[in-house]
């Protein structure tokens, strides 16, 4: 075998290099998408998820030793893909929407990542969430690779029979680059189980009933039990294994969430049922505090019969900025990303903080935070139940064989758990945070695949 290759399989392990090295270098990519969202006037703090994702990339690449050419092909895409997708509209007249998918990396398993409906979604973004997914699904331990999806529309605009004309369109564009080994699409912002359904039914036409080839679909046409609450749960298994580091469980400690969405309404009520007492929580419509806990099972009803938390009676109205300083043992971001910045992560009380949403702490707020002594949790870990159960999901359509609900919610916790013990290991080996553990396992197994499948510089 040939000794180079030798050399750089050899140097992809656990025990790589022990040294953490901060690095700010961007790739050309990354550079692109910054100068290309500060050209359209958008607020650099739009940009601080692909700035994270570059920066921690980059310290991984770094701890585990990378070939610079390599660490270069890992962050370059697999496929990009473009297409137009135009539609009638109810009224008769023709739209056009343009529709994205990249393709990152395959080294481990079919790709894996959702689609996304939303007014700005283009190119860039893309390719960053598709990197992210690569990393997240290798910390997991489940054979996908990393992709992402999306077409830049108004969802809330559009009808459901215009919805459909649009995912039928775009699945028409991209059937023969998808596929059950290839690329499987899964849900995402904007769009749903039904969504995923009307893209089977599509790809069907052209290849024959292949369930497999998305995940997230509805539990009639093979979706998986359990695959609602998957993210949540995995919040809550996640959570668990940090606490029990520290001696402690979820009861008895006092939970902040921010964001009341599928992920954090699940999280919600399932730290509840666990024990813990969620004391404060938001939305974009307002948010509540109840010291003594708030009753969650009234609060879905509210939130549900009034599409949002505000006018709650369960607790104090408080600004939803100052959420996030409320004090507590564990704050949950479980909305959008950025929300924790130099601004006011200094006046943040909590011990430790469990990335429910993807990319919610500013590279700035994470030095701050760790001169305080928070442990943070990071995205790629915390909120990796989704996709896990996406796989489960995916094997069993494979198997033409379904799990009852039970088995997803043991296995999920079993991996959730095997991630954070794998992560836990990697900080040991390069004496570093949480975050920096999760990224340097995830990109080492990427790595390792890509160089056992036969890469050579």
Request: proline share 4%.
């Amino acid at each position: 075998m040939h000794t180079a290759y030798l050399k750089l399989l050899h140097s992809l392990s656990a025990a790589a290099s022990p040294t953490l090295a901060l690095t700010t270098n961007t790739s050309p990519l990354l550079y692109s998408y910054s100068a290309r969202r500060l050209r359209r006037g958008i607020p650099s703090s739009r940009m601080n998820a692909l700035a994270a994702t570059s920066r921690n990339f980059k310290q991984a690449a770094k701890l585990l030793g990378l070939d610079s050419k390599l660490e270069k092909s890992l962050l370059i895409p697999f496929r990009e893909i473009k297409v137009e997708c135009t539609i009638p509209k109810d009224d008769g007249t023709l739209a056009s929407y343009v529709g994205f998918r990249v393709q990152h990396d395959n080294a481990r398993g079919p790709m894996k990542g959702g689609i996304r409906y939303h007014h700005e979604v283009d190119p860039d973004e893309v390719n960053a969430l598709a990197q992210l997914m690569t990393w997240k699904t290798a910390v997991a331990n489940i054979p996908y690779g990393g992709a992402k999806g999306g077409i830049g529309c108004s969802p809330g605009d559009l009808s459901i029979s215009e919805l459909e004309r649009l995912t039928r369109v775009f699945t028409q564009k991209i059937h023969d680059l998808i596929g059950i080994h290839t690329d499987v699409p899964a849900p995402d912002m904007g769009t749903n189980a039904q969504t995923m359904a009307w893209i089977l039914d599509e790809y069907s036409k052209f290849h024959g009933y292949s369930p497999a080839v998305v995940t997230g679909k509805p539990v009639d046409l093979g979706g998986s039990l359990g695959r609602d609450a998957a993210t949540g749960r995995g919040v809550l298994f996640a959570t668990e294994a940090l606490l029990a580091e520290h001696g402690k469980g979820i009861a008895g400690q006092r939970f902040v969430i921010q964001g009341f969405g599928n992920v954090g309404s699940w999280a919600a009520q399932l730290i509840t049922e666990a024990g813990g007492k969620v004391i404060a929580i938001s939305d974009v419509t307002g948010a509540v505090k109840n010291s003594n806990g708030i009753d969650i099972a009234k609060l879905m009803k509210h939130s549900a019969e009034n599409r949002g938390i505000k006018g709650f009676d369960g607790g104090d109205a408080v600004d939803p900025t100052s959420l996030l300083t409320e004090e507590c043992d564990v704050l949950i971001p479980a909305a959008l990303g950025g929300v924790i910045n130099k601004d006011n992560a200094d006046g943040i009380k909590a011990k430790y903080i469990i990335e429910a949403a993807n990319h919610p702490t500013d590279p700035e707020a994470d030095e701050i935070l760790a001169n305080k002594g928070v442990l943070i949790l990071p995205d790629i870990l915390a909120n990796s139940g989704g996709v896990t159960v996406s796989y489960f999901e995916w094997v069993q359509n494979i198997q033409g064989f379904m799990w009852d609900e039970e088995k997803v919610n043991r296995e999920l916790k079993t991996y959730m758990t095997r991630a954070f013990r794998d992560t836990k290991e990697m900080c040991r080996s390069h004496h570093c945070d949480l975050r920096m553990g999760a990224f340097t396992l995830g990109v080492n197994r990427v790595a390792r695949a890509t160089v056992l499948r036969g890469w050579e510089a």
